[in-house]
């Protein structure tokens, strides 16, 4: 939307605030907030902010950052009604000089994209974000909206936050396409659309804005976390993909002959991501936490393998596209809610643009339950892991060069930072499983 268009809609709203707002390094949402009256001046000049206060952002000695309201993503906030409305801009952030800021990651995948858009190509996404809805009283904060499971239906507590988290994504323009009761007591899924990947990170981002804001106006609390609950299902987010052709419109994973009926690029994209999946975690499974989901024994994927009918393997072939060439896409399954999603999208298409540039093959398909197989079994199928841990994860990434091509410099070296902090800080923690086993017995 242009400038001008924005400007007689805020009139036309009765907006009195604007909401700028942008994720840090790790993909959580700050905010500034300007009076209507400056919105013309912030879209010409920026909005001045300090960036070495920001998770991952810019050092003491070069701090002046500038937002810029992308005006494509105006769009009223309905829980912020007292002394006059609120709209929401999600922004770009600047350098002083003009540049655009190394260290934003909307940047990066902006970037990435444009990439493959000169070689042809749109990233289109759908991911399935899960969540949990707990209850915001009293010690225990893990304690579950509802014991519903798979797919059951809710509690009236849960159908109704979950209905008003749909209503708020729908004021901000975004189009659900289904939401259900998950696995896990109180966990919940919410789908939308399948579109080009900067505005479905802009809408993960705002899904989980609203899902949290709501949450809590309702005594609730609302968790992207990978893995709450010790035994309890964990949460991912597998994200469907697939490129189209800028020229022809068409569908470039698609090939009607072929047994899964993808084509020759889909296959080289499958193999790109497999190449650099172990350095993707380290963004994709951002988290100490994260691995606590990639474990052996529930649906999250922990072996490096693809497939069509097997639910157990990392990247799946989703069969109900065969007569639809517009729906061809792969799964990638390993991704949770709790990694940024700028940055996510931003590797995983770069991976898959480096197996197409190289015509990297994939491995043959496993189409058997992974989780059956002995360790004999998985050697002769050359078949490997993800990273246990963070630490391992982190290992890969430092070693992957095109991964720290896509992140850039700046970026690259102050995620390293902060998660090897995030590391070292976990290492020193004394947890109650290590009282329980160790403290009596030696």
């Not at 609120?86 to 970037?111: H, M, N, S, V, W």
């Not at 380290?282 to 988290?287: D, G």
């Not at 007569?323 to 590797?347: G, H, M, W």
């Not at 290992?395 to 991964?403: P, V």
Request: charged content about 30%.
């Amino acid at each position: 939307m242009e400038v001008q268009k924005v400007l007689k809609q805020v009139e036309k709203d009765n907006i009195k605030f604007i909401t700028l707002q942008f994720t840090d390094l790790l993909g959580v949402i700050k905010e500034l907030i300007i009076p209507v009256e400056e919105l013309e001046d912030a879209s010409r000049n920026g909005v001045w902010f300090d960036g070495s206060s920001v998770e991952g952002f810019a050092r003491i000695q070069e701090s002046d950052l500038f937002l810029k309201p992308d005006m494509a993503t105006y769009a009223v906030v309905p829980w912020l009604t007292e002394d006059g409305k609120t709209a929401r801009l999600i922004c770009d952030i600047y350098r002083p000089d003009g540049k655009p800021f190394e260290g934003d990651p909307r940047f990066i995948l902006k970037q990435a994209a444009e990439q493959a858009a000169k070689e042809g190509f749109e990233y289109n996404v759908g991911p399935e974000p899960e969540f949990y809805l707990f209850r915001a009283d009293g010690e225990k904060r893990t304690s579950p909206i509802d014991y519903g499971s798979y797919f059951d239906l809710s509690s009236h507590e849960g159908y109704k936050t979950i209905k008003k988290i749909i209503a708020a994504l729908e004021n901000f323009g975004i189009k659900v396409e289904t939401s259900h009761h998950e696995v896990g007591f109180g966990q919940y899924e919410i789908d939308f659309n399948y579109g080009q990947c900067l505005d479905i990170a802009d809408k993960v981002v705002t899904l989980k804005y609203s899902a949290k804001k709501i949450a809590q106006m309702h005594n609730l609390h609302a968790t992207f976390m990978a893995k709450p609950a010790m035994g309890k299902p964990g949460s991912g987010m597998h994200v469907h993909q697939s490129l189209f052709e800028i020229e022809s419109k068409t569908n470039a994973f698609y090939d009607e002959d072929h047994k899964y009926n993808l084509s020759k690029i889909a296959y080289n994209f499958i193999a790109g991501q497999i190449k650099h999946i172990k350095a993707m975690c380290a963004i994709l499974c951002p988290t100490v936490n994260s691995y606590k989901r990639l474990v052996s024994g529930f649906e999250a994927p922990v072996y490096i393998t693809w497939a069509a009918m097997n639910r157990s393997a990392l990247l799946r072939v989703p069969k109900w596209f065969k007569t639809k060439q517009e729906a061809a896409r792969i799964e990638l399954r390993c991704p949770d809610p709790s990694c940024n999603p700028y940055l996510a999208f931003a590797v995983m298409l770069k991976a898959g643009l480096d197996g197409i540039k190289n015509k990297l093959e994939p491995p043959e398909p496993v189409e058997e339950n992974i989780y059956t197989l002995d360790d004999e079994s998985l050697v002769k199928k050359n078949i490997d892991v993800l990273p246990t841990s963070l630490l391992e994860a982190l290992d890969e990434l430092k070693k992957d060069k095109l991964m720290q091509e896509v992140l850039g410099e700046h970026l690259f070296e102050r995620y390293i930072d902060v998660k090897t902090k995030e590391w070292d800080e976990f290492k020193k923690q004394v947890t109650n499983w290590e009282i329980d086993t160790y403290l009596d017995t030696f």
